[in-house]
């Protein structure tokens, strides 16, 4: 936080937030606004779900309020009051789907950590900053030699490890092991943003590697049984990271549990533990804007569109959206996330 502001009114908005897993505990009003999908950048958006701080100042017509499903729970859900039963959406793509396939009576916003693709008729609001690393299992003091997964991986050797070039540690050619043991190479279930920006920043385009392990864990949570073994690696969102490890927004199964993504990459250190964050200076390859996506025609209507820009729109410091004015944003940094700035609210479509 910047100014003793920013500190204070964080402290009003964050004093009740509670973890990381929490569906709302009422079902939302029609008139309430309602979001799913990305497991990422939840955490956050549930500790601005109304009903968690009682902070979050309510929607530019003083009559709804904000509301945040999970990625995983239940198989189904009922969005809000008068909306019929959905699959509950786990990832971002699973939740751009189903904005897609309905209308703002049913679901408002899909969490997205990935941007938009190309044709997307969708406006993605950008909100923060994250980073996304490697991990593999931490080692423990009793055990050091617990994981076989090095300190630091170079781009290329990370890029060959997920494209079946290097399947041992000791096939690498730099940061090697002395282990002859297969590398169990983990990605998040196929919904996930964070797996489609992952795959795409090490230049893969490819849907399925023979390598590649056939069970897809929810993204973020390392404490899968899965992962209780020293040959696995799993890209880790850094900030979901710093947020579970050291802001308390973790909870449940929603925590690094077995793995560690302190790790370095090319050099730079990705998680700067001395000042409990992720280390800003990290290649653009592997940060991310976040977002929310909206339909095209809510955010032009005339009820819809101030209630959607009052949450989510720019903000000039005096008028516009809450999550990009200085409080937002201060609730942003105490979840891991770094601020985005000018860009914040800003709509990008597909092109």
Not at 21 to 32: E, G, I, K, L, R
Not at 44 to 69: E, F, H, V
Not at 155 to 171: F, V
Not at 263 to 290: E, K, M
Request: proline share 6%.
């Amino acid at each position: 936080m910047t100014s003793a502001v920013a500190a204070v009114s964080l402290g009003v908005v964050a004093a009740s937030m509670g973890t990381a897993s929490a569906d709302p505990t009422v079902t939302p009003n029609s008139t309430d606004i309602v979001s799913v999908g990305s497991d990422t950048i939840q955490a956050l958006d549930n500790g601005i779900s109304s009903d968690r701080t009682g902070g979050y100042p309510g929607l530019a017509d003083g009559t709804g309020k904000y509301y945040s499903w999970d990625a995983t729970g239940s198989a189904s859900i009922t969005p809000k009051s008068g909306a019929g039963s959905i699959a509950r959406p786990n990832g971002s793509g699973a939740g751009i789907t189903e904005l897609n396939a309905t209308t703002n009576s049913t679901v408002d916003i899909a969490r997205s950590s990935r941007g938009p693709n190309t044709g997307s008729t969708d406006w993605f609001i950008p909100f923060a900053v994250d980073g996304v690393g490697w991990s593999s299992k931490t080692p423990t003091s009793t055990s050091p030699a617990d994981t076989n997964g090095p300190k630091t991986l170079t781009s290329a050797e990370l890029t060959g490890i997920y494209n079946c070039t290097y399947t041992t540690w000791a096939s690498l050619p730099t940061n090697h092991t002395a282990s002859t043991d297969t590398i169990k190479v983990y990605l998040p279930q196929a919904s996930s943003g964070t797996r489609a920006f992952f795959l795409k920043a090490l230049g893969i385009t490819a849907t399925t590697e023979p390598c590649w392990e056939s069970y897809g864990p929810e993204e973020n949570e390392g404490t899968d049984a899965v992962f209780n073994d020293p040959d696995v690696i799993y890209p880790y969102s850094l900030s979901h990271y710093v947020g579970q490890a050291y802001d308390s927004k973790g909870g449940g199964s929603d925590l690094p549990g077995y793995l560690s993504p302190v790790r370095t990459l090319d050099t730079t250190a990705q998680i700067l533990t001395a000042s409990q964050d992720w280390n800003s200076a990290l290649s653009g390859t592997y940060t991310r804007s976040v977002y929310h996506v909206v339909r095209q025609s809510d955010w032009s209507d005339a009820t819809e569109g101030p209630r959607l820009k009052g949450l989510l729109g720019r903000n000039n410091g005096t008028t516009g959206g809450w999550l990009c004015g200085t409080t937002g944003q201060a609730v942003v940094t105490s979840f891991g996330f770094h601020k985005l700035g000018s860009g914040c609210g800003t709509p990008q479509a597909g092109i």
